[in-house]
């Protein structure tokens, strides 16, 4: 069983930049596909963006393309998520997930806080 740490959130101004880490515990991470989902209030729950076990293969939400990159080092158990050009309405808790794909992801992070002031 893989159990996810999510840390790098914070508080960001419009505009401006965070780097979310994901740090994964147990043997099995590298095989698992991973990814970042949030759900702003009053919004449905999105699948921001996700990653396959290689890093070869990724996915992006349309809201977040050009402007969030998703990477990992399985040799440290650990993925990124790299947040450029932040905007107010992205303000939300971000949660790490693992082992599954689109909207179905069998292991969930706590979750970090991104709060982007205007």
């Known amino acids: 069983q893989v159990q996810l740490v999510e840390s790098g959130g914070g508080l960001v101004q419009a505009g401006g930049s965070l780097r979310l880490s994901c740090a994964a515990s147990?043997?099995?991470?590298?095989?698992?596909?991973m990814g970042w989902f949030r759900q702003a209030p009053g919004k449905e729950r999105e699948i921001v963006a996700a990653i396959n076990w290689s890093g070869g293969m990724t996915h992006y939400a349309d809201s977040v393309k050009g402007r969030f990159t998703i990477s990992r080092e399985n040799i440290k158990n650990t993925i990124y998520l790299q947040m450029h050009s932040l905007k107010p309405e992205e303000t939300t808790v971000y949660y790490c997930v693992g082992g599954g794909w689109g909207d179905t992801w069998g292991t969930w992070g706590q979750g970090t806080q991104v709060t982007v002031s205007s």
């Open positions: 147990g043997r099995a991470f590298s095989t698992y596909s």
